[in-house]
């Protein structure tokens, strides 16, 4: 009796935060308590690793509280900063897509709580939900191309400077 009332609590906790996400700002609420229903709070300590550059990836997230940062490995093997993620970002689209290891490492700056969904998690929402399965990717693929033009941006000027 108590875990289900935990599970119930942590159900209703992940909805509140979905609607506070924009992507999920056309989810009507009944989708978002399925959805909420296909993932899980998880919390890291300042220095945890959240994953590792070559990981597989078996989840994506979204920031609930704290600061991540994504580091890529250069070919000296140091690892580069290239971002610091908050409240309401997210991390890990790519694994629910192409299931390939993961691009770059990422590691908690301050204590963080995220909410993921897993691998399996979305393939089980798919399958009871295949209408919500596929708004939720659509969603992922919108997040992926906003990603690849702000990086092909910042790769332009890289490449050419302003004068």
């Not at 924009?22 to 009944?30: L, N, T």
């Not at 694994?95 to 979305?122: C, E, H, W």
């Amino acid at each position: 009796m108590m875990e289900e009332r935990q599970i119930r609590e942590s159900e209703e906790e992940t909805r509140s935060f979905l609607i506070s996400l924009p992507i999920f700002s056309s989810f009507k609420m009944d989708e978002l308590s399925i959805l909420a229903r296909h993932m899980s709070f998880i919390d890291l300590h300042r220095g945890e690793y959240l994953f590792v550059e070559g990981d597989q990836g078996t989840f994506m997230g979204f920031v609930v509280q704290g600061v991540l940062e994504v580091l890529k490995r250069s070919e000296s093997g140091e690892n580069i900063p290239l971002v610091r993620l908050t409240r309401g970002s997210s991390i890990g689209e790519m694994a629910l897509i192409d299931k390939s290891p993961r691009s770059a490492t990422v590691i908690a700056r301050q204590p963080t709580t995220m909410v993921t969904l897993t691998d399996r998690g979305f393939e089980l929402l798919a399958e009871k939900f295949p209408a919500l399965g596929i708004k939720v990717i659509q969603k992922i693929a919108r997040l992926l191309s906003l990603n690849m033009r702000r990086t092909s941006s910042k790769l332009a000027d890289l490449m050419h400077p302003a004068p």
